[in-house]
């Protein structure tokens, strides 16, 4: 099992910057990517961000220029700087991690963070 714990969620108005950080531990051995997804009110999950362990990088189009994804093999943190926030980057943010399974990969979720972004 892995455990991800979230952080850096808040208020913000439009322009401005959150950095969001989220810690995994456990059996965090093979764990191939990690990432950020978001949930807006009455839309379906979608990808922000992934990083792979050797740090390839992904991004969705919307955040491209914007977000940084960035990993700390060291501390099993994966974090995620977001500057330029427009108030549709409002959503609820998952930590997401892939770990290699047996036959598939298995997918591990944080609890989620609240990012507002207000105009």
């Known amino acids: 099992q892995v455990q991800l714990v979230e952080s850096g969620g808040g208020l913000v108005q439009a322009g401005g910057s959150l950095r969001l950080s989220c810690t995994a531990t456990?059996?965090?051995?093979?764990?191939?990517?990690m990432g950020w997804y978001r949930q807006a009110p009455g839309k379906q999950r979608e990808l922000v961000a992934t990083i792979t362990s050797g740090g390839n990088t992904n991004y969705a189009d919307s955040v491209k220029g914007r977000f940084t994804i960035s990993r700390d093999g060291a501390k099993n943190t994966v974090s995620l700087q977001m500057n330029s926030l427009k108030p549709e980057d409002t959503a609820v943010y998952y930590c997401?991690?892939?770990?290699?399974?047996?036959?598939?990969?298995?997918?591990?979720w944080g609890q989620g963070t609240q990012v507002t972004v207000s105009s």
């Open positions: 997401n991690a892939e770990k290699a399974g047996v036959i598939l990969p298995i997918d591990y």
């Open positions: 456990g059996n965090i051995k093979k764990i191939n990517y």
